[in-house]
C-alpha cells in the first residue's frame, strides 16, 4: 500500500479526498492534516463546529475508522511521513506547505498555487499523461526527492478532456466558450448567498476565465526539452455562475484547423474516450467522454453522477455556422468529482503507473 | 384616440398587452378577444379557471375598467373593429386570424407565423424603424388596406438591439452567443415544471437557435426596392434555459470588420442608446442599452426592471481573444417587456408616429 | 419466485415499482402492462415521447432485461397472468381495473380508488401489520379469490410512521401537523410550473389535508370483528408545496394522553424503529426511524436518501408550551420511496411473509 | 420636519431605514451614521466594497441627494444630532449606543437588545398602540429625555397582527405556528449559503421560536400600573427557512376561547384591518390585513408586495378539527418591510402622531 497523507483535511476537498480515498486499493490514508485549530483532535471531533454541529459537505459517509483517526498539524509535517501528500490547501497555505512536502515525497494538489510554473504540470490522466514527466525537470531544478504535480480548475477540466480529440485528429484554432457553473465551485468560505443566486445568474467569477484560457492551453500543450509549449489554441471563454449545487455546463464552439464533420468529431471522441481503459486505473471512468444523442442533455441534475461523476457528458454536438470549420456542443463535467479531489486520486494512480510513485 | 383590440387577451401575452395599454395616452382598449371558450363572459370572469381562480400573471394589476369588459370571440372579429390589432395568438391561431384583420387594419404580432415572409417586417423601433416601409409593399402584393408587423424573437431582441450600434460603426462579421433563457420564456401550458429545472439547466429550447440565427440577419438587414437584404453576419447559437423567471441573459462574442477598442464600443453603444428619445414615444426607454462598469452585472433579478424592462443592460465589456477583431460582453434583456407585449406596443407607437397608425 | 405484474409501467411510480422489483429476490417482473397506446411496444420504446426523448424519473436506471420487455394493455389482463398487480394506476383507472385483477390476484395499489372502503386496509407494515387480516373479510365480502391493498397518500405515511410509538406507550389526544411537500409529489401531468414555485411556497395542495386527516385515523386504528375502528385522535393539517424535489418535511405537534418526557418519546421512536428487523423483508430499512440530535436535520436534500428512503427521519424532538402533555418535532419522509413504490413493495413483502401471497 | 439620523446606515436594514425616510413628508435624514470604518466618506462611497461594488440591497434605489451625504460614526453622536434615531444596529453595538442616544431623544429600534426589558415596549401599530404610554415610566426610571422603543421580531408581527382581532372579539387560549421564512431574514453576513438551501428546506432558526413566544405574548399583553401583563396565551413554534427570498407564510393554529365562526373570525378582521386609516399614517397601509378567497393564496411572490409589503395577507381561513374552538389559516408578512425598517418607520408616525416626538 501507498501511504496517503491528507493536507487540509477538515475543508470540501479534504473531506471529498477521504472519500475516495478511504476505501482504495492502492491507498491507505495514514495522516489527516488540518491547521493547528483543529490539531490533536480526533477526526470525528474537528469535524464540529463550535455549536457541535457535524460538518460534512459529501454524499457519501467517512468510515468510522477515519473519523477515528487523530488530526494533526500540516505544517508540523515534514514530508517524510507518507509518500503522496493530497493537498487541498488554499493558494497561500499551499505555496507554503506544498514544497516542504515535495522535498521528501510526491505531492498531488488542487490548488492554483504551482500551476503555471513551468516545470509543474497541470495534468489530466488520459490528456495530457505525458506531461508527468515534467517532474524528473523539476526534481533536478528545485533539488527535490518528491515533486508537486496539480489539478487544473474545474471548468478547464471539462473543456480540455472535449478539445484533446478534437486537437489531435483535427487540430483546433479557436475555442470560445461560455461556462454555467456550479455553487459547489465557489467554496464554502465566501461562498454565493442563497439571497443572491435566487432566481438569479451571476454572469462573473473572478480570475476564472484567466485560469481557463491559460490552463488550457498548457494541458494541450506538448512537452519538449522538458519544457511545455502551450497549444496553439486562440482561447476565449465567458464564466457565469447559476444556482445548479454540482455539474458545470459548458457551451463550446470550437474551429477545428481542418475540416471535420459532426459525426467525425463524435466517433474522434467515442473512441478517445476508453483510452484509460486499459491502465486498469481504480478512479478511471470507462469512458472519459460519454456522447448524448438526447438533445435535452447532459443536463446537471441528470448526467453529473456519470461514471460516479469522473465521465465528461457530451450533449448538442453540431456544425456551428459562425467560424470556420466550426463544431459546437454543451458539455457537462462534475467539478467536485473529475474537477477536484477525486480527479486528483485518478492523477496519483497515473503516478503510480507510470512508476512515480511507490510504497514502501 | 387610436382604437385598439387585445387578440388572446386571456393569454400571458394578452394580459401583458392589457398592461401595457389600459392607461396608454394614444391608445384606448375596444375589444378583448379570445377563444370561443371565453367569449360573451366579463374579461373579469374569463380570468377564473375551472376552480374559479384569478389566473392573472402580470406583476401590474389589470384596471377594473379592463376587468369589467366583455370578451368577444376572437374569430367572429372582421379587421374593422379597431385600428390596431394586438396579437398575441400561438402561431397557428395567428397564421388563420392576423391576414383576417391585416385586410383593414394594423396587426402587430408576438407570433412567428409571418416572421419569415419577405414582405412583413420584424421590427425593433431604434434599431430598423426604416424596415416599417415594407408594409407599403406588403400592402401592394396582398391587396390589403392594414397590414402585419412582427415582434421578434424575444432571444434575437437584446442581441440584435447591443449589435446595431457596433454594426454601424464597425461592422460585423461573425456572432457567438450563448443564452441563459428565463422560464417565463416558455410560456404556461407546456411550460417548464419546477421538477425539471430545479438544481438544473436544460441545454436545449427546440426552434430558438434558429430564430436567433434568422431573425437577427433580418433584423439587422438593409431595406433595398421593397425588400430585405439579411445582414451578411455568421450567426451562431447556443440556447439554453436557467431556473430564473424573466430576463434573458446572453453571453455574446462578436468579431467586428473594423478593429474597435472597448472603449468605442462602449462609447458607440451609448450614443445609439438616446436614439428613441427625440420621437417622444411613450413606451420608449429613455435609452436602449445601459452599459455596466460593474463586473457583477449584469443580473437578472437585479437589471431586468431598468426602465421598465425596456433597456437592454449590457456588462462585462471587454476584449476577446478568440476572434479577430473580438469583443465580448454579457446582456439582459426582459423577456416579457421589451421581448414582448410592451415592446410590440412600442413598435405600434412607432407605427403612429411614422403615419402608419391613425384613429379616427 | 412471486409473479409480478406492474400496472401503469410507463408513468412515475410505475417506473419506481420497477426500480424496486427489477433485482428483487422474492419477485420476478412477468407483465409491464400500460394504456392502449404503449401496448405492444417493448418498454424501451414506450418510454420514449414523441420527439424521441427518453422518459426515465428515477435515479437509479431500469435494467436492460426490463428495457426489452414488451408492454401489455393493462385493459387486457384479467388477473390471472400473475400472483400479484403493483397498481400505479390514476384514480379513475384504478376504479375500473383492480377489482377485475383482484377477482384472481393480490392487488397492490398506490391509488387512492379504494383506500376508504371499510374492508380494504391502508398499510404500512410495522405500524398497521395486522390489518392485513381485513383482506379476509374483503374476500369472502366480495367473492375474490385476490384482493385489494393501499399504499397510504405519502404525506401521512412519515406522520403515522412516527406517531405510532408514540400511541402506544403514551396515547394520542391532538395532533396538528403543517407540511413542506416536494415538487415529486405533484408528479407531471398537472405539475408545478417552475415558474409558480420559484422564489415562492404554494401554501394549498387539494385534498392533501383531509386525506392525511382520514388515513392516519385509519392507520392507526384497531382491527376488530373484521372492520377498522379509526383511532380516536383529533388530527388537523396544513399542507404546502415547496421548492424541493424530493421529501416531504412536517412539523408536528402532538398532545399525549399520558404525560411523556422527551427522552421517553425518544425511547419510544428508537426502541420501535427496528421491529421491522426480525421479519427479513428485503426493503425494510433498519429503523423506520431515525432519531436526529443534530438540531439543523432533517433536512430534505441531506436525509432524504437515509436508508434508501425508508427511513424516517425526526429531529428537533423538544417540548411543546401549547398542548397539553404537548411534545414537537420535525420529520422528513421520501414521498417516492417509502412514501410510494418502494414503500408498496415493501408491503408486498410482508403479505408474503404473512402467507397472503404466494408463488406457483 | 422632525430630524432623523439613520444609524447602521451602511447595513441592510439602515439601506431600508434610507428607502423609508428619503422622500418621507415627516422626516427628513439630517444624518447617516456607520461604524468607524465608513466615517468621512460620502454614503455613495461607504457603500461600494473592496472591490469597488455598489453593495445596495433594496429594491428602491436611493436618491442622488442621499448618496451625497457624509457618513458619520455612530459611536461619535451623542443623541442631540437628531429628534429620532432609526436604529438598525446588531444586538451588541444596540446594547452600546441606544441608550446613549435615548438619554436625548427617541430611538426606533429594529435590534432585540431592549425588547425584553420590562419599561421597553415591543411596538406594532394598531396592535398594541397603548403600549407607548410604557415610555413615561422608562424616561422616569431611567432618567432620559428620550426613550427607546422597539420593532418586534418580524416573525412574531404578522402573527400578532392577525391574532389582535381574534384575542379582541373571541379571546384567545392556544397559538401554534409553523413559519416557513425567507433568507432575507438571515442578513447578509453569516446568511445562508445557495448550497445549503438550494432544493431544502432547514428546520431550525437558532433563538427564533423563543423569540416569537416571548415577544407576541409581550406585544398583545396589558398595560398596567406602567408594566406590561403578558396575554395569558399558549404560544408554540416550529420556525423553518425555505429557499424564498423575501416574505415569511405562516400556518397558524388557534384555538378561541368562546366559539367563533369562520365567518366572524374573517369579519373580526376585516373590521380591524382598517383602524390605522383615521391617524393618517403616511407609512400605514390602507389594511393591515387583506384576507384572501383564493384557496392558492397567500403566496411570498404574489402577495408580499401588497400595500407596499405593509399588509398581512390571511389566505386558507377555515376550522380547525384539533383543537377546542379551533381556528386555521396561513399568513404572509413581508419581512423587510412591515416585518422591519419601514414597519418601524410606522412607529415613529405614531410617536409623532401621539405626540411623543417633536421637530424643532
Known amino acids: 500500500m501507498i501511504r496517503a497523507a491528507v493536507i487540509g483535511a477538515t475543508g470540501i476537498v479534504g473531506q471529498q479526498f477521504v472519500v475516495a480515498l478511504q476505501r482504495h486499493p492502492w491507498f491507505k490514508i495514514v495522516h489527516l492534516a488540518a491547521s493547528e485549530r483543529s490539531a490533536g483532535k480526533r477526526y470525528r471531533e474537528a469535524l464540529r463546529d463550535q455549536r457541535g454541529a457535524f460538518q460534512w459537505y459529501c454524499d457519501e459517509a467517512p468510515d468510522s475508522a477515519v473519523l477515528d483517526m487523530p488530526v494533526v498539524d500540516a505544517s508540523a509535517l515534514e514530508g517524510t511521513e507518507a509518500d503522496v501528500y493530497f493537498s487541498g490547501l488554499e493558494t497561500e ?3 507554503e506547505l506544498e514544497p516542504r512536502y515535495a522535498r521528501h515525497a510526491a505531492v498531488v494538489s488542487t490548488a492554483r498555487a504551482f500551476r503555471d510554473e513551468p516545470d509543474v504540470p497541470v495534468l489530466i490522466p488520459g490528456v495530457n499523461s505525458d506531461h508527468l514527466h515534467l517532474v524528473e525537470r523539476q526534481q533536478k531544478q528545485r533539488g527535490w526527492k518528491g515533486y508537486i504535480v496539480t489539478q487544473p480548475n474545474c471548468t478547464a477540466t471539462g473543456m480540455a478532456i472535449t478539445l484533446k480529440p478534437i486537437m489531435d485528429r483535427f487540430g483546433v484554432d479557436q475555442v470560445l466558450m461560455t461556462s454555467l457553473q456550479a455553487l459547489s465551485g465557489a467554496g464554502r468560505a ?9 432566481d438569479n445568474v451571476i454572469p462573473f467569477i473572478p480570475n476564472e476565465e484567466e485560469r481557463v484560457e491559460i490552463e488550457s492551453r498548457k494541458i494541450l500543450g506538448r512537452l519538449g526539452e522538458g519544457a511545455i509549449q502551450p497549444a496553439d489554441i486562440r482561447v476565449s471563454a465567458t464564466c457565469t455562475r447559476v444556482n445548479v449545487r454540482d455539474g458545470h455546463t459548458e457551451a463550446v464552439y470550437v474551429s477545428t484547423r481542418k475540416p471535420a464533420s459532426v459525426e467525425e468529431v463524435r466517433q474522434a471522441m467515442e473512441e478517445y474516450a476508453v483510452s484509460l481503459q486499459p491502465l486498469g486505473l481504480p478512479s478511471a471512468p470507462d469512458h472519459l467522454i460519454l456522447v448524448s444523442d438526447d438533445p435535452f442533455r ?3 441534475r441528470l448526467d453529473r453522477t456519470a461514471e460516479d461523476g469522473m465521465a465528461t457528458v457530451v450533449g448538442r454536438l453540431r456544425r456551428d455556422g ?6 459546437k456542443y454543451v458539455l457537462l463535467s462534475h467539478n467536485t468529482k473529475m474537477g477536484a479531489a477525486k480527479g486528483a486520486v485518478l492523477m496519483a494512480e497515473l503516478l503510480k503507473k507510470d512508476g512515480f510513485l511507490r510504497g514502501d
Do not use: M
Not at 465566501?190 to 435566487?198: E, Q, S, Y
Not at 459562425?322 to 463544431?327: E, F, Q, S, T, V
Open 93 to 95: 497555505a499551499a505555496r
Open 190 to 198: 465566501g461562498g454565493v448567498l442563497g439571497l443572491d443566486i435566487l
Open 298 to 300: 447532459p443536463q446537471p
Open 322 to 327: 459562425a467560424l470556420a470549420n466550426g463544431i
